[in-house]
């Protein structure tokens, strides 16, 4: 990691956008891989079924702007890549989106990421007691934001339009 915090902007940049590129586009073709042995097994029938057949339909719509959008968030990616690949995206949907979402998610970690971990890093150097309890703390702080959220939403009288 000290290797990509070393390196100017635009090298980093590249690199990221390479890397998941790269991680982004195996997750699709693996998808792709075992859709088509799942043609080959007893279960295939379910795989033409009308509801499975409305899934496929709804993700050769929506799903491009799906792939883009899980580079905005933790933990969907591969498994949107994956079912982008599943349902058989046709490339011409599939690349562009990931070619946007990887640029905007390399963008994200080559400034607020890797910044993030700079400052780790040196909080780990200094004492990695407090690091270790930082991660804790600010996940407190993130779900007592949100509840604290929720609960102002849900206390706000609705807008009446007369």
Do not use: C
């Not at 940049?13 to 699709?28: D, G, I, Q």
């Not at 599943?86 to 970690?109: D, E, N, T």
């Not at 990695?128 to 991660?135: E, G, H, K, S």
């Amino acid at each position: 990691m000290d290797q990509i915090l070393d390196l100017p902007f635009e090298v980093a940049l590249a690199a990221l956008f390479a890397v998941v590129m790269v991680r982004v586009n195996a997750t699709y073709w693996i998808g792709r891989g075992a859709a088509a042995g799942m043609e080959r097994t007893r279960f295939s029938r379910a795989l033409h079924r009308p509801k499975a057949s409305r899934a496929q339909a709804l993700i050769q719509r929506f799903g491009p702007y799906a792939v883009v959008l899980t580079f905005l968030t933790v933990g969907l990616q591969t498994a949107v890549n994956f079912a982008a690949g599943a349902a058989r995206m046709p490339l011409s949907r599939y690349l562009p989106a990931a070619i946007v979402g990887s640029g905007i998610w390399a963008f994200v970690y080559a400034t607020i990421g890797l910044a993030a971990i700079d400052a780790w890093l040196a909080v780990m150097a200094a004492s990695p007691l407090a690091a270790v309890l930082l991660v804790p703390s600010l996940a407190g702080l993130a779900a007592g934001l949100f509840k604290w959220r929720r609960r102002r939403t849900a206390a706000a009288p609705e807008d009446t339009v007369v």
